[in-house]
């Protein structure tokens, strides 16, 4: 059975920091892009930060570039998000995906297999 379980979330303060990770189980983790998503009330969902399966390739919105870091280790089936510096504006569900990996970082949605079950993140100012 395919799972994403991510970590819990939780409400911070503006320039605080926040620490997300994603477990995955019922597949071969190392074989998929993963890829961090959020969605804002009202908003549909939107790419925040990606890595390839060997972890050479990573990419960032704008938005969070210089702030966020994506890592993952294929050993332990995780996948972390770290936040620094965060601004109201970064409030949502995140959510942690998966797609079958082709050498690259893909910024829809709709191309990712897996997801998890998301987890909010509030910042407030």
């Known amino acids: 059975q395919v799972q994403l379980v991510e970590s819990e979330g939780g409400l911070v303060q503006a320039g605080g920091s926040l620490r997300l990770s994603c477990t995955a189980s019922?597949?071969?983790?190392?074989?998929?892009?993963m890829a961090w998503f959020r969605q804002a009330p009202g908003k549909e969902r939107e790419f925040v930060a990606g890595?390839?399966?060997?972890?050479?390739?990573?990419d960032y919105t704008d938005s969070v570039k210089g702030r966020f870091t994506i890592s993952r280790d294929n050993a332990k089936y995780t996948v972390t998000l770290q936040m620094n510096s965060l601004k109201p504006e970064d409030t949502a569900v995140y959510y942690c995906?998966?797609?079958?990996?082709?050498?690259?970082?893909?910024?829809?949605?709709?191309?990712?297999?897996?997801w998890g079950q998301g987890t909010q993140v509030t910042v407030s100012s």
């Open positions: 019922g597949f071969t983790f190392s074989m998929y892009t």
């Open positions: 890595i390839t399966w060997s972890g050479v390739t990573i």
């Open positions: 995906g998966a797609k079958l990996r082709d050498g690259r970082i893909h910024y829809r949605s709709d191309d990712y297999m897996y």
